[in-house]
């Protein structure tokens, strides 16, 4: 087996990993906040052990820091936003919103990067629109899940923009080890002043423990660790068709696992056509 090959196995081997996210924020019962407090602490301090058994801690200024710590932030908002989804619909329902991610990237990064709109762009956009309204307009018992999930994937294109200029300067497992670490924080914060930091978060069942620990260890740490070093063998080409595919991989899981509870309308299926096929598209003409 050659480099290329073990290293595009991987890579699906992380894509189905990150798909079981959303299995995972399903079977894990206590709220959205306190999954994300638990995720982001655990994974962010994983990260930090890993980096500091190779010693590539490096030092941030002050500014610095503010800045990955307020990217951080919205990272908690996403994940808080993504898990609300999946328990006000499903997680079929969650992945495909979230899969309208890269419409909003087609806007946001313009502004940041200060570029033209790519006319393309629009066209794909336009596609991704119509998916969501055909769900949309058909699935009502579902629409307070498809808005959050909306607003979680506006949410990652947000930060996925903004980590674009960050990484430009600082290496990616530190911004990753204080993003983490601040959406923690930050949820935490929330908890506090909401009453909801309290015994029942720390006195868990040991399914609930089992799960989380297993979506901020390998869903989380070990998928960043791994996915950062295929990233150095493969294209970006390569990497982003096989990211598009995750919402695919999980809602097939999704189905083997919860059954009936995910069988959606050919009306779903037919919009989250639309919108992953407009999503691998868009990667297809952006190579070209």
Do not use: C
């Not at 989804?85 to 313009?110: D, H, Q």
């Not at 982003?240 to 809602?251: D, G, H, M, V």
């Amino acid at each position: 087996m050659t480099e290329t090959t073990k290293n595009y196995l991987l890579l699906h081997l992380v894509v189905v990993i990150f798909g079981f996210t959303g299995i995972l924020g399903k079977l894990i019962t206590i709220d959205a906040e306190q999954l994300v407090f638990w995720r982001a602490g655990i994974g962010g301090l994983v990260i930090m052990v890993w980096l500091a058994l190779r010693g590539e801690i490096t030092a941030k200024s002050p500014s610095t820091l503010l800045k990955m710590a307020g990217v951080g932030l919205i990272v908690a908002a996403h994940w808080i936003t993504f898990f609300a989804s999946i328990k006000a619909s499903t997680v079929s329902v969650a992945l495909v919103m979230f899969a309208t991610a890269p419409m909003f990237v087609g806007i946001i990064e313009p502004i940041v990067f200060r570029r033209n709109i790519d006319p393309r762009e629009l066209v794909i956009s336009t596609i991704v629109l119509a998916g969501v309204g055909t769900i949309f307009s058909l699935d009502t018992d579902y629409q307070e899940g498809m808005i959050l999930g909306i607003i979680s994937a506006f949410l990652a294109a947000t930060f996925a923009t903004l980590n674009g200029v960050l990484v430009k300067q600082y290496d990616a497992s530190n911004i990753s080890m204080i993003e983490l670490l601040s959406a923690s924080i930050g949820t935490g914060i929330i908890l506090i002043f909401s009453g909801e930091f309290n015994s029942e978060m720390i006195y868990l069942s040991s399914t609930n423990w089992l799960w989380i620990t297993l979506l901020a260890v390998v869903a989380t740490s070990f998928a960043f660790i791994v996915s950062t070093h295929v990233m150095k063998v493969l294209t970006p080409f390569t990497t982003a068709i096989a990211i598009n595919l995750e919402p695919i991989y999980t809602i097939v899981i999704a189905l083997i696992i919860f059954g009936e509870e995910e069988v959606m309308g050919p009306n779903f299926y037919l919009g989250a056509s639309l919108i992953i096929g407009a999503v691998i598209i868009n990667t297809i003409i952006k190579k070209k």
